[in-house]
């Protein structure tokens, strides 16, 4: 069985660094937006809605929870245009941006930063479980927080050892199965309480006493929030048959799909302030309390197959990115490797607490990350890529730059980080600089380190280190 499922995973690193022809393309716009509106539907969405509800009103939430959202997708993901187009990862393209050895270090330090969701998901569902147990009478014993949480790790690592199939069909029915139950959620939290006390709600005691402040913390953490899947956003993207398609199905899949369940998430926490004086982020315990056991049975749908499937994916995506940048690695101690991080973490316990500093955090590496992958395609390699340097064919090394590593590329996201960390301290939550902070960290980071990167791109010297691809492009 092992064996299979290495050969199985060696056959999907393969395909998934060796460029999909047209005709092997599999997806249109509406299975593309299912698989990445079913990567986005897990319980960190509540936690994401509870947190927003804590600094700004209802309406400043919904209007940022989807627009700012979706702004911010519709420039970081064009990008995906050139993954459909060469039916390649960003991941190669990267290449170009900080070499075959800068690309390893960039895919440990995103994983390293990313997974903390997956420890977020595995709190809640071990909340969740624990909370559903006590609605239908059951005691869970004390310290099972921990040991529920690894469970979920351990079910979802699990199959990702198996080896993940294709998951189209899966999503075909789970993704409108959640979606429908969102609306359904939300019509539980609007009929529970009266409907303006959701509409008109503010917080009675903001994290920030400054409004303002609130409000650009509130945006800060949509674009963080969404940011956080510039790593994988190609994954799909490419498997689609036209650009349009790839790209409108990141946008939406993940600014409508997962930005409904932020807003469910508020609306649930929201009602629940107003009916039990406390502010929470488990739907469980918000649909047990507002409307009764049985609607609670429905947090098996939305916490335990989101969250075990989820976890599943994510260990499996991640694990090939893996194995794609360290070849002679086995996938299968890549996934165990994976598995422990996530563990520890939940057994630490204190990610859900500092949930907001750990989403900027994350947006400190990914906004810079995002800006040169915009910046090289568009403006400095005018959508042009020496794909025999990218694979590391022999004989071609426009990409190895110093010793494998692009010090410019490398440069610009330390940059990057400072202009964030500069203007706001996740870890304080002092601001440092109002005038910028009305950009947000992320967008100012975004900004700065493409116009940086830009820039440099123009010095005659950079330029010939960048564009020593110029004489063997071949798309």
């Known amino acids: 069985m092992s064996n299979n499922v290495n050969q199985q995973v060696e056959r999907e690193v393969v395909f998934g660094i060796v460029p999909v022809l047209p005709r092997e393309r599999k997806y249109n716009f509406p299975d593309a937006f299912l698989v990445l509106s079913g990567y986005c539907i897990a319980t960190w969405s509540y936690t994401q809605g509870s947190y927003l509800a804590?600094?700004?009103?209802?309406?400043?939430?919904?209007?940022?929870?989807?627009?700012?959202?979706?702004?911010?997708?519709?420039?970081?993901?064009?990008?995906?245009i050139l993954s459909v187009r060469y039916g390649i990862d960003v991941w190669v393209w990267l290449k170009s941006v900080f070499g075959p050895r800068g690309v390893q270090i960039m895919t440990v330090t995103i994983i390293a930063i990313n997974f903390p969701w997956y420890a977020v998901c595995a709190e809640l569902f071990a909340s969740s479980m624990a909370n559903l147990a006590g609605v239908f009478g059951f005691q869970p014993p004390s310290g099972i927080h921990v040991a529920l949480s690894v469970l979920s790790v351990a079910i979802g690592t699990f199959i990702a050892y198996k080896g993940i199939g294709a998951i189209t069909w899966t999503t075909r029915i789970l993704v409108p199965l959640l979606l429908?139950?969102?609306?359904?959620?939300?019509?539980?939290?609007?009929?529970?309480?009266?409907?303006?006390?959701?509409?008109?709600?503010?917080?009675?005691?903001?994290?920030?006493?400054?409004?303002?402040?609130?409000?650009?913390?509130?945006?800060?953490?949509n674009f963080a929030f969404v940011i956080t899947l510039v790593g994988g956003m190609a994954g799909v993207p490419r498997l689609t048959r036209k650009e349009n398609a790839g790209f409108w199905s990141g946008v939406f899949g993940q600014g409508l799909s997962g930005s409904l369940f932020v807003v469910v998430g508020a609306v649930m926490a929201i009602a629940m302030q107003h009916a039990t004086g406390k502010m929470v982020d488990d739907p469980t315990l918000m649909l047990a309390t507002l409307a009764g056991p049985a609607l609670a049975l429905c947090s098996l749908l939305l916490v335990a197959f989101a969250n075990i499937g989820t976890q599943a994916v994510g260990s499996y995506l991640y694990a090939v990115m893996l194995k794609s940048s360290f070849k002679k690695a086995d996938y299968r101690v890549l996934i165990l490797i994976l598995a422990a991080y996530?563990?520890?973490?939940?057994?630490?316990?204190?990610?859900?607490?500092?949930?907001?500093?750990?989403?900027?955090?994350?947006a400190c590496v990914y906004a810079p990350l995002a800006a040169l992958l915009l910046v090289d395609f568009f403006f400095v390699r005018s959508q042009k890529l020496a794909l025999r340097s990218a694979f590391g064919l022999p004989g071609h090394h426009a990409y190895d730059y110093t010793a494998g590593i692009n010090w410019v590329g490398f440069f610009c996201v330390a940059a990057g980080i400072a202009m964030s960390l500069?203007?706001?301290?996740?870890?304080?939550?002092?601001?440092?600089c109002k005038a910028l902070f009305y950009l947000t960290p992320t967008g100012f980071s975004f900004l700065g380190t493409g116009l940086l990167y830009f820039a440099m791109s123009k010095i005659p010297p950079i330029r010939s280190y960048l564009l020593r691809d110029r004489s063997e492009i071949t798309v």
């Open 422 to 432: 500069s203007i706001y301290n996740p870890l304080t939550g002092q601001i440092h």
């Open 54 to 80: 804590g600094l700004v009103g209802f309406q400043q939430l919904l209007i940022g929870a989807f627009f700012a959202a979706i702004l911010l997708l519709a420039i970081y993901q064009l990008p995906t």
């Open 342 to 362: 996530v563990a520890a973490l939940c057994a630490w316990g204190e990610i859900t607490k500092h949930f907001g500093t750990f989403l900027t955090i994350s």
């Open 180 to 221: 429908v139950l969102g609306l359904v959620v939300i019509y539980v939290g609007v009929t529970s309480v009266p409907a303006d006390v959701v509409w008109n709600y503010k917080p009675k005691v903001p994290a920030n006493p400054d409004r303002m402040a609130s409000y650009l913390l509130s945006i800060e953490a």
